[in-house]
């Protein structure tokens, strides 16, 4: 497993900006695909982002793409979550997770075997 801690949420309005970090230790963080989820009051969580463990595949839902961008740091046992043009229906926890595969967090697979406490992200209209 990995062990994981989100810092970056806050509260921004509507068009505006934040990058979430996850910092990582543990396992060998260049071997771990990494992702984020989102889960907001009353609703189930669900996938935001994820990102293979050398970076070269990325998978977005469409809800996000085009405005969230996933990348990581491998010398700093990193993954950010760039998120742009943000929408009150982004409001949410936002959470960092590691799995060995890229294809397990896009698909929310039970192999997704470490999350991070969250971070509450808060888009105001």
């Known amino acids: 497993q990995v062990q994981l801690v989100e810092s970056g949420g806050g509260l921004v309005q509507a068009g505006g900006s934040l990058r979430l970090s996850c910092a990582a230790s543990g396992r060998t963080f260049s071997r771990s695909a990494m992702g984020w989820f989102r889960q907001a009051p009353g609703k189930e969580r669900e996938f935001v982002a994820a990102?293979?463990?050398?970076?070269?595949?990325?998978y977005y839902p469409n809800s996000v793409k085009g405005r969230f961008t996933i990348s990581r740091d491998n010398a700093k046992n990193t993954v950010y979550l760039q998120m742009n043009s943000l929408k009150p229906e982004d409001t949410a926890v936002y959470y960092c997770?590691?799995?060995?595969?890229?294809?397990?967090?896009?698909?929310?697979?039970?192999?997704?075997?470490?999350w991070g406490q969250g971070t509450q992200v808060t888009v105001s209209s």
């Open positions: 997770a590691a799995a060995l595969s890229v294809t397990a967090i896009a698909t929310m697979s039970p192999a997704v075997d470490s």
């Open positions: 990102i293979s463990s050398s970076a070269g595949v990325t």
